[in-house]
């Protein structure tokens, strides 16, 4: 059946639940980079686009940038998972 790869849609979904799952502590580079399991040029790109539709915010704490989703990327999610699970519920997968 050869290799799956995630649409921009699953990578946005997966970016906004680790930095969901990381609470109001927000989620470091490094680890939203292994976590997601993405290229810096591409979660680079992701992200900008998350930053700019106000569903993260970017802080620097230490030197390091830290993400932290916002209200607007939690309604986001919770939207992106029901819909999900109704595309699962067709047989259809995002």
Same mark, same amino acid.
């Given at each position: 059946?050869?290799?799956?790869? @995630?649409? #921009? ?15 109001? %502590? ?8 292994? +976590?997601?399991?993405? %290229?810096?040029? @591409?979660?680079?790109?992701?992200? #900008? @686009? ?14 390091? @940038?830290?993400?932290?989703?916002? #209200?607007?990327? +939690? ?8 819909? =999900?699970?109704?595309?699962? =519920? ?5």
């Amino acid at each position: 059946m050869g290799e799956v790869y @995630r649409n #921009s849609v699953k990578i946005v979904g997966d970016v906004l639940q680790i930095a969901d799952e990381s609470g109001l %502590s927000g989620v470091n580079l490094t680890s939203l980079l292994r +976590r997601a399991n993405l %290229s810096y040029g @591409r979660l680079s790109t992701v992200a #900008s @686009r998350l930053l700019q539709a106000g569903l993260i915010d970017e802080q620097l704490q230490e030197g390091q @940038r830290i993400y932290v989703i916002t #209200s607007r990327g +939690r309604d986001y999610l919770h939207k992106y998972q029901q819909f =999900s699970e109704i595309a699962d =519920s067709f047989g259809l997968k995002l």
